[in-house]
Every structure is written in structure tokens, then in C-alpha cells.
């Protein structure tokens, strides 16, 4: 069976690849896929999130990285994927994450919703936490991978506070 795990991913956590991680113990392939969503100001392209991605997951031979545009299921279906893969972290990630598999399932039949929670050391973490951190100046070591560490310092250091993009509360 194969996983779709949409998402924005700006940037990739240690929680999205322990979602990632254990996902590949239940499925023959999981295809991380970036949104590109014209809507929202990220603060890394898709490109460079794709190659932060291709280099955290390197390791696992069943993980493939891409990008789409548009409605997920249909990209799961041209991808037949027969699942999507999304974390749970909290009661409160719940509703918009319910929200959003119901409305699948009436865009795709075909597509089924899986929910994995996320490891309770990872319950607290988002890619807008470690902005968060990161823009005022914090480590997040802990938090991504050490080359996307690098990136997101590199980044601040070169925004001034005042033009960071705005994140929106759960990424
Ligand atoms: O990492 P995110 O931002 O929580 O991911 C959200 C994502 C990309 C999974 C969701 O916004 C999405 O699927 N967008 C594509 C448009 C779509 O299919 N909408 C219908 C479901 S509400």
C-alpha cells in the first residue's frame, strides 16, 4: 500500500520524521508530498524544502519526496496511493484534521484517512514553533535535523524581524 504524507512542511520537524519514520513499518512506500499553496508566504521555497527533505530521509529506501499543486486526493490517486497519512498531536489538532478527512472522502472514495499520533516527546512540536524559536533568537537543535538547523539560522540571520513572514498557528 502507499502513503501519501501531505503537507507544508516548512520546515520538515523531528516530528514529522518520526511520523515518517514509523509510517515506512506500515507502508511499501510513503511519498512525502510538499504543497505548493500560492496562498501562504513560507519562509523556504518548495525547492528547498524538498532537498531539506531528500536529505532527512535519505536513510529510508521506501521514502520518496515531491511536490503538488491542487487537491491532495487527486494527487493520491495519480499517485494511487490508497492512503493519507496525517499526525495527530492533540485533541486539538483533531477537529480540523477530522474536518479535513471527512471532506476528503467526499472528494475521494477511494482515498482513506490515516491518523498517526505523533511520539509524546513530539506533542508540543510544529514548524511554526521552531520559526517561532528561531526568529527571536532560540536553538532548535532539538528540534529539526542539524543541516535544516543550519538553513533556518541562515535564514533569520538574513531577515530582518521586522519583514519575517507571519506564520500561521499550526503548519
Ligand atoms: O502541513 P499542513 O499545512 O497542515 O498541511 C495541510 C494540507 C497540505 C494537508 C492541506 O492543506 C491540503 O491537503 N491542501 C490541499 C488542498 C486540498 O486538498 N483541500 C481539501 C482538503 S481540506
Redesign the pocket.
Known amino acids: 500500500m502507499i502513503a501519501i504524507y ?4 516548512d520546515p520538515i520537524t523531528l516530528g514529522h520524521l518520526d511520523l515518517i519514520e514509523r509510517a515506512t513499518r506500515l507502508f511499501s512506500r510513503v511519498i512525502v508530498a510538499v ?1 505548493r ?1 500560492p496562498n501562504k508566504t513560507p519562509l523556504f521555497t518548495v525547492e528547498q524544502r524538498l532537498k531539506q527533505i531528500i536529505s532527512a530521509t535519505s536513510h529510508l529506501p521506501s521514502v520518496e519526496v515531491d511536490s503538488f499543486d ?4 487527486n494527487y493520491a490517486q495519480m499517485r494511487q496511493a490508497g492512503v493519507l497519512l ?1 499526525g495527530l498531536r492533540a485533541v486539538s489538532d483533531f477537529e480540523i484534521e477530522l ?2 478527512a471527512h ?2 472522502k467526499t ?1 475521494s472514495t477511494q482515498v482513506e484517512t490515516v491518523f498517526l499520533a505523533t511520539s509524546n516527546e513530539h506533542s508540543f512540536l510544529s514548524s511554526s514553533v521552531v520559526k517561532e524559536i528561531a526568529r527571536f533568537g532560540g536553538s532548535v537543535d532539538h528540534l529539526v535535523p542539524p543541516h535544516i538547523a543550519t538553513d533556518i539560522y541562515q535564514c533569520y540571520s538574513q531577515i530582518p524581524l521586522w519583514e519575517n513572514p507571519m506564520t500561521t498557528p ?2
Do not use: D, I, K, Y
Request: charged share 15%.
Open positions: 501531505p503537507g507544508s512542511f504543497l499553496n491542487g487537491l491532495t486526493v496525517r474536518q479535513m471532506t476528503n472528494l499550526r503548519e
